[in-house]
């Protein structure tokens, strides 16, 4: 009896498969990574040069410092350099013009949160020390003039701001005593002498104290 060949196995078709996408993030996860940029871009500090972000009209802020006062002794005090410069308002302005007062220079710009916090207390002090002689400037870094005057109305600071956009300002101060961070306020004593730096938004009672310390003592 002759052998049957074995049946042939019919060979099954080889399957594809489309090959596998990455997953995609869950909505929730991109929210997440998302805020926490947006947190390290607001507490961002300026990286030693004042003004270093560029972040006129982002509606970002950034400061190195929470308040911070540092206090010069008198006969150990630098010179303020000559300040000049054109206001917010388009006036020309000089820090000669005040001399023999105190002077309260504020570094500042209207896209910076601790700015706005501390512009209240600024201006209330600004009209209420006049009459003592203490005279307040600003000093407006990396912002534009509608933005600049929009904000000085909203927070009824009376006292002029000269415009910085390039931060010539803040590098005169540079061999002196530099503004880091945003925001930063220098007191100058009637001699032209820096007496004190803070760095961080002031509030009333903090600003206050310094500058009676200052406009009390002899030139």
Request: net charge positive; proline share 9%.
């Amino acid at each position: 009896m002759s052998r049957q060949p074995a049946p042939r196995q019919r060979r099954q078709p080889r399957q594809f498969r489309l090959p596998r996408l990455p997953r995609q993030p869950h909505r929730a996860h991109i929210a997440a990574a998302v805020a926490a940029v947006a947190v390290v871009a607001i507490a961002g500090c300026s990286g030693g040069d004042i003004g270093a972000n560029t972040p006129a009209s982002s509606g970002q802020s950034f400061v190195g410092h929470s308040y911070e006062s540092t206090y010069y002794q008198p006969g150990s005090r630098p010179a303020a350099p000559p300040v000049s410069g054109t206001t917010v308002t388009g006036q020309p302005l000089s820090l000669s013009e005040y001399r023999g007062d105190t002077i309260v220079v504020n570094f500042w710009g209207s896209w910076c949160a601790p700015c706005r916090a501390e512009a209240p207390a600024l201006g209330q002090l600004a009209r209420q020390l006049s009459a003592r002689g203490v005279r307040f400037v600003g000093i407006d870094i990396r912002d534009e003039p509608d933005s600049a005057v929009a904000f000085m109305q909203q927070f009824n600071v009376g006292y002029p701001s000269i415009s910085d956009p390039n931060d010539e300002i803040a590098l005169d101060f540079h061999s002196t005593v530099p503004p880091a961070d945003i925001p930063t306020t220098l007191v100058i004593d009637r001699s032209g002498r820096i007496a004190d730096r803070i760095f961080g938004a002031s509030t009333y009672r903090q600003l206050l104290s310094v500058i009676n310390q200052v406009a009390g003592q002899a030139a």
